[in-house]
C-alpha cells in the first residue's frame, strides 16, 4: 500500500530533523546490502525504529529494545507475544502503510527497519533519516534475521537463533515422517476469512514454513502469486487438501459468520481434511501477522502440539 499525501506533507518540519537524525555511532564501517541497494553503517546502532511487524519480531529475538515500533494490526498496540521484549518507553508510530514520520525523525534513530511492499516510494525519505534497511522479501523471517543481525552487528545471535530453527525443522520433519509413515508427507491448504471470502495462500509467512517442514501442495494448488481470493462457496473445492489450516480476525462477527456459512456447506464437509478432522483453526497473529522468528518458532510449536509431537525428542519406529 503507498503512502498518502498526508505522509509526505509531514516532511515540512520532519526535514528540519535531520541534522539531529542523522548521526551515527563512530566505529566499524560496513556496507549492507538490501533490497534498494547499499548503506552504509558505522559502528553498532543502538536507536533502532521498526516499521514492519517482522521487525519487531526480529529486534526482540535480537535482544533489542526498538526505540520506536509501528503499531501491530490486533491487540494493539502490540502482540502480546512481543510485549515482554518491548521497553515501557517504546514509542507507537501508527501504522506500517502509514507511520508518522515526522515522529520517526525527532527519535533520532540510527538505523531504520522497513518492508519493501510498503515503504518503496518513502525510501529515499526514510534514508535521509538515518541507514534504512529493507529485506527483498516481507515474509522470508530468515531473510530479515540475516538483514537485522548484519546491521545491528549481531551476527552471532542471528546465526545461533537460524541454527536453532534449521535443528527444529529437522526434529519435527523426523518425527512427522515416523508417526505418520507412508501418510507422509502430507498435502496443505493455508486458508483466511475475511468478512465476505475466503483467501487460499500459495505463498506467505505460512506457506513458507509449511514448505520448508516438507507438507506439499496439491497439484490444483501450484500456481505462482501469492494465491487466490474465493468469493463463492461454489469454489470450496479447490481448497481439498489432507489437512487445512484456518485463520481469520475472531473479533469481526461478519468474519465468523462467512466461516460458518463456509464450513457447514456439504462442498466443505466433503473436503478430505473436513471427513479426516484435520482441519485446525490457528492464531492468526502467529501465522500470518507476526512474520518473524519468534513467530515462527510459536506456529511450529502449534504444529508440534496438532499433530501429537513433542519438541526435540526422538521418535522411535
Not at 29 to 46: L, N
Not at 139 to 147: G, N, S
Not at 171 to 182: T, Y
Request: aromatic share 10%; charged share 25%; net charge negative.
Amino acid at each position: 500500500m503507498s503512502f498518502t499525501c498526508r505522509g509526505f506533507r509531514q516532511w515540512g518540519a520532519a526535514l528540519l530533523l535531520l541534522a539531529v537524525a542523522g548521526s551515527s555511532q563512530a566505529g566499524q564501517a560496513r556496507t549492507i546490502e538490501h533490497a534498494f541497494g547499499e548503506t552504509h553503517i558505522d559502528g553498532a546502532p543502538q536507536r533502532i525504529v521498526s516499521l514492519y511487524q517482522g521487525a519487531t519480531d526480529t529486534a526482540v529475538a535480537l535482544g533489542i529494545e526498538p526505540v520506536g515500533v509501528v503499531e501491530s494490526w490486533t491487540e494493539k498496540p502490540m502482540y502480546r507475544y512481543l510485549r515482554d521484549g518491548l521497553s515501557d518507553d517504546v514509542q507507537y508510530l501508527g501504522l506500517e502503510t502509514q507511520p508518522d514520520l515526522e515522529s520517526v525523525a525527532w527519535l533520532a534513530p540510527d538505523l531504520i527497519v522497513g518492508a519493501r511492499y510498503r515503504h518503496e516510494a518513502v525510501y529515499p525519505l526514510l534514508s535521509r533519516i538515518a541507514p534504512t534497511v529493507v529485506p527483498d522479501t516481507s515474509y522470508d523471517f530468515k531473510a530479515m534475521l540475516a538483514l537485522m543481525g548484519e546491521a545491528t552487528g549481531r551476527e552471532r545471535r542471528a546465526q545461533a537463533l537460524l541454527d536453532d530453527w534449521e535443528a527444529r525443522v529437522a526434529d519435527f520433519r523426523r518425527q512427522a515422517k515416523v508417526k505418520l509413515g507412508d501418510a507422509w508427507p502430507q498435502t496443505v491448504a493455508v486458508v483466511r476469512f475475511r468478512s465476505d471470502h475466503a483467501r487460499l495462500y500459495h505463498e506467505g509467512f505460512a506457506s513458507s514454513i509449511l514448505d520448508e517442514l516438507g507438507f506439499q501442495h496439491p497439484d490444483t494448488q501450484q500456481q505462482s502469486g501469492w494465491g487466490i481470493k474465493l468469493t463463492s462457496r461454489e469454489s470450496i473445492p479447490a481448497l481439498d487438501a489432507d489437512v487445512i489450516f484456518v485463520f481469520m480476525r475472531e473479533e469481526d462477527p461478519a468474519v465468523i459468520e462467512t466461516y460458518r456459512q463456509w464450513t457447514q456447506h456439504p462442498l466443505w464437509q466433503n473436503l478430505e481434511a473436513a471427513r479426516q478432522g484435520r482441519v485446525y483453526r490457528v492464531d492468526p497473529v502467529i501465522w500470518s501477522m507476526g512474520a518473524g522468528i519468534l513467530a515462527a518458532n510459536r506456529l511450529l510449536d502449534e504444529l508440534y502440539a496438532h499433530y501429537g509431537l513433542e519438541p526435540g525428542r526422538d521418535t522411535q519406529e
